[in-house]
C-alpha cells in the first residue's frame, strides 16, 4: 500500500516481533513517544495491521540531552520495562519498592521473575510522568501502580523514566 501521509490515521499494533529502529540501534515500541516521526512497514492480519518495522524519522525529545530521551544513549544495554505496585518510597535512599512485578520486556539475563518485590533506584532530578507531565516522586503513594523503564547496573536497577499507570486514590 502506499500512503501519501495527509493527515489521515491508521491504528497500528505491535507484538514481540516488531523493532524499532533509531540511529542505527534496535529499540523496543515501548520507547516511542508521542511526537515521534515514524515510517512503519506492517503485514496485514485479517483487519489489524501489525507492524514489523518502524524506522524513527524524527525523536521528539531529541534535545541533544540524553537523559531527555526515550531512547537510551549508545553503549548503554536496551532498556528493560517493569510494571508494579508502590510498596514503599524512601526519598532520603531515592529508592521504590515495588511488589507485584511484572515484567513487560526484559532484556536482562538476571533472575527477574514476575510477581516478584524489586528496589528501583532514581537519580535526584527524576520525575514520575503523570499524563505527558513530570511530576516529583515524592506524590508517589502506596498502592500506585507505575510502570519503570530500567536500566541495570550489576544487580542493581537503575530508573531512567517512570509512568504512573494507576493512581491508588482515582
Known amino acids: 500500500n502506499s500512503g501519501s501521509g495527509s493527515g489521515s490515521t491508521a491504528r497500528v499494533y505491535f507484538d514481540e516481533n516488531t523493532t524499532v529502529d533509531y540511529q542505527g540501534q534496535s529499540f523496543r515500541p515501548e520507547n516511542l513517544e508521542r511526537g515521534d516521526e515514524v515510517t512503519v512497514n506492517v503485514d496485514q492480519s485479517g483487519n489489524q495491521l501489525i507492524a514489523q518495522r518502524i524506522n524513527v524519522t524524527y525523536n521528539a525529545n531529541g534535545s541533544g540531552t540524553n537523559n531527555s530521551s526515550t531512547y537510551p ?10 510494571r508494579g505496585t508502590v510498596r514503599s518510597i524512601d526519598t532520603s535512599r531515592r529508592t521504590i519498592q515495588l511488589e507485584s512485578t511484572s515484567w ?15 528496589t528501583v533506584y532514581y537519580d535526584a532530578n527524576a520525575g514520575i510522568d503523570v499524563n505527558g507531565s513530570l511530576q516529583a516522586i515524592s506524590g508517589l503513594e502506596r498502592g500506585d501502580v507505575i510502570e519503570v523503564q530500567l536500566r541495570s547496573s550489576g544487580s542493581t536497577y537503575v530508573a531512567d523514566r517512570l509512568y504512573l499507570v494507576r493512581d491508588i486514590n482515582r
Open 73 to 82: 544513549s549508545s553503549g548503554s544495554s536496551q532498556a528493560s520495562t517493569v
Open 104 to 118: 513487560l520486556n526484559n532484556n536482562y539475563n538476571g533472575n527477574t521473575s514476575n510477581g516478584s518485590t524489586i
